[in-house]
């Protein structure tokens, strides 16, 4: 059965930073697709930032860019997510997501085009506080 670990979440004041990780562990296909979602209450699931494993294209919500960096540690499946310059408005529950798949398919779940990823971690809260 394979699985998501995640860590890494917590509560900062604006400004500050976090590093998020997910782990992909005992999964019969490797991954290739790995990225995060956030969804904050009363709003709508939003793709953060994803890399694909091949190539490492990377995908990042314009919302985090130049402010987010993913990156992939492939020898362990692991993915990190640096956040800098955190603002309030990113609060929001974080969730990792994978997939073996393609890298169009890759990018459009997290674009929120109506792809999904077939696995998903339990998830870890971010909150900022101004």
């Known amino acids: 059965q394979g699985q998501l670990t995640e860590s890494g979440g917590g509560s900062v004041k604006a400004g500050e930073s976090l590093r998020l990780s997910c782990a992909a562990t005992?999964?019969?296909?490797?991954?290739?697709?790995m990225g995060w979602f956030r969804q904050a209450p009363g709003k709508k699931r939003e793709g953060v930032a994803a890399?694909?494993?091949?190539?490492?294209?990377?995908y990042y919500a314009d919302s985090v860019k130049g402010r987010f960096t993913i990156s992939l540690y492939k020898a362990r499946d692991t993915v990190f997510l640096q956040m800098t310059n955190l603002k309030p408005d990113d609060t929001a529950e974080y969730y990792c997501?994978?997939?073996?798949?393609?890298?169009?398919?890759?990018?459009?779940?997290?674009?929120?085009?109506?792809?999904?990823?077939?696995?998903r971690g339990q998830g870890t809260q971010v909150t900022v506080s101004s």
């Open positions: 890399i694909y494993f091949q190539g490492e294209d990377t």
């Open positions: 997501a994978a997939d073996s798949a393609s890298l169009s398919w890759c990018l459009s779940a997290f674009r929120g085009e109506g792809k999904d990823l077939a696995y």
């Open positions: 005992g999964y019969t296909y490797s991954t290739n697709c």
